[in-house]
């Protein structure tokens, strides 16, 4: 692994270890944002520009906001417990498990690895010839797997107007404020 | 020039880091905050320019606008304790 993803690894490491000693959740929220901002540049520095923004906006931006939010309706600061050995040791077994889980993946950035030669070939020399979109993410996105695509975004557009529905709507907010400003 | 430019920034970052643990005041760590946020739009800017890729200044530009809305939102959270009242009624109270 390059040096500077190591160095961020390490910072990540620390970070977490920041947050989970932490006593003032206010300031551990902040934290997490950091890690998410960490988070996000490894995934950059990986090649995963989507991935990364989707970090840095969710886990950075919308995700400290609303744990400031949850943080407004209770205390600013944990309770004093003890620290307890079980939960240490469940997380610690849980870590080593999925380190191990890792020991079978290629190597990062491994040019052998089997994704780069199961369908990815084929895609790279057909794609253009077969339906003429010379990108070929593209392509696979919104050609091959069109109706995955679609399903997706009725997923979201689903999600979208339940929050509208459960917020109450624009125009019924409106109308309230005008109400509450006339009395 | 590469290796002088990552070091630099995951020097600040390990800075930023400490300031953001230890901060004595909530200002201090939202500082901090504010600034790894800039470190990585800077991490991401020197990273796509030095790999021959300056298309990436184009997502550091978003990751700021992230970093400024948050900390917006982060030091509405820390003058008024609440995100959703109206400023209006914020002053009378």
């Known amino acids: ?183 | 020039m590469y290796v002088a430019g990552m070091a630099a920034i995951v020097a600040t970052m390990f800075l930023a880091l400490a300031r953001a643990a230890n901060g004595p005041t909530v200002f201090d760590r939202i500082l901090a905050v504010n600034m790894f946020g800039t470190k990585t739009v800077l991490l991401i800017a020197v990273a796509g320019f030095l790999t021959g890729r300056p298309e990436w200044l184009d997502l550091a530009i978003v990751y700021t606008l992230v970093n400024f809305t948050g900390t917006l939102a982060v030091l509405r959270f820390a003058r008024f304790g609440n995100l959703a009242r109206d400023d209006r009624k914020a002053d009378r109270s």
């Open chain 1, 1 to 183: 692994m390059p040096p500077v993803e190591l160095l961020l690894m390490l910072l990540l490491l620390a970070t977490a270890i920041v947050v989970a000693r932490l006593k003032d959740l206010f300031a551990a929220a902040m934290l997490t944002g950091i890690a998410s901002l960490l988070a996000a540049g490894l995934f950059v520095l990986m090649d995963a520009v989507d991935v990364a923004f989707t970090e840095a906006a969710v886990g950075a931006g919308v995700g400290t906001v609303l744990f400031l939010g949850a943080l407004s309706l209770t205390s600013r600061r944990e309770k004093q417990e003890r620290t307890r050995i079980l939960p240490i040791l469940i997380v610690v077994a849980t870590g080593a498990a999925l380190i191990y889980g890792t020991w079978d993946m290629p190597a990062y950035g491994d040019p052998d690895a089997v994704i780069h030669h199961h369908l990815a070939p084929d895609l790279i020399a057909e794609t253009e010839n077969k339906i003429h979109i010379p990108n070929i993410v593209t392509a696979i996105l919104a050609s091959f797997r069109g109706y995955d695509t679609l399903g997706e975004v009725v997923v979201i557009f689903t999600a979208g107007v339940g929050v509208a529905l459960l917020l109450g709507g624009l125009g019924l907010r409106r109308s309230d404020a005008g109400t509450e400003e006339e009395s």
